[in-house]
């Protein structure tokens, strides 16, 4: 089916269906399933949904795993499971919204709790790993290592005016942005900024953000990576969006390295 997975893991509704082998690891899965469960692929073979299959990881990955998942199907990429650094395009899998519909119909059934609280830790639009990493470090709770501020909007619509006499506007997009302290985060990607026409571009674009009224800071990769200038980006963050950061757990130190583990790591 060209899927590039060994073994496959597959769903089967009763323990005599289950036949084991190196290719194939199968679930037992045998509750009655809401509608959007599944996509009919051929005759007896069904795909789980975007909002399914959630529900399907809850069970076995640990919570930040799984919001990082969530990030992604809401998100417009998909990561290489080889490299955290790479990935393509595509349009978001599922929304939110869906993903909440989905669990509420699914009351009782095992890793709903835990679904249904990765959502709170989910920022939809995410378009790329780095921006999820981002997010992430900054707004998940101490508990799980970050620094927890409020959630931005992802690749936020600033409508710039370039006429207005006319009504000509054009429209960018923000990586990390919290319209209403008109503040942003514009991750700078070593792999997408390079070169004399692109610096010129980002000049343009952040002065056409900060003539819109937005303060704009860039994000190195160099700060991402490095713990003291990611927490001094945090600092810097909490200034500008109106909050204090308050570390008080005895081992965030820990926890921090932990999550910064799980999204950086190669």
């Avoid at 006429?163 to 990390?176: A, K, S």
């Avoid at 160099?222 to 081992?251: C, G, P, W, Y």
Wanted: glycine share 4%.
């Amino acid at each position: 089916m060209g899927i590039p997975a060994s073994p496959l893991e597959i769903l089967v509704a009763r323990p005599e269906d289950r036949r084991p082998s190196s290719a194939i690891k199968p679930h037992i899965w045998s509750e009655q399933k809401p509608r959007r469960s599944f996509v009919k692929v051929s005759e007896g073979i069904y795909l789980s949904t975007p909002e399914a299959c959630f529900l399907q990881l809850a069970r076995d990955l640990p919570l930040v795993s799984l919001v990082k998942t969530g990030f992604e199907l809401t998100g417009s990429y998909s990561s290489c499971a080889a490299d955290n650094s790479t990935f393509t395009k595509l349009e978001p899998r599922t929304t939110l919204r869906k993903l909440e519909h989905y669990l509420g119909l699914c009351k009782g059934e095992r890793g709903v709790s835990k679904a249904q609280k990765a959502l709170g830790f989910i920022a939809e639009n995410s378009a790329s790993p780095m921006e999820t990493a981002l997010t992430m470090l900054l707004t998940l709770p101490s508990s799980m290592g970050g620094f927890a501020l409020p959630s931005p909007q992802l690749n936020y619509p600033v409508r710039i005016i370039e006429n207005d006499y006319l009504g000509l506007f054009r429209e960018l997009r923000c990586d990390l942005c919290w319209p209403e302290f008109k503040f942003v985060l514009e991750y700078d990607s070593d792999s997408f900024h390079s070169g004399s026409d692109k610096i010129n571009s980002d000049s343009k674009r952040r002065a056409d953000l900060e003539r819109a009224g937005y303060r704009v800071i860039s994000v190195t990769k160099k700060q991402v990576f490095n713990m003291m200038l990611f927490e001094d980006l945090a600092n810097i963050t909490a200034r500008h969006i109106d909050k204090r950061l308050r570390i008080t757990r005895s081992d965030f130190r820990q926890r921090q390295w932990e999550l910064r583990k799980e999204l950086l790591s190669r």
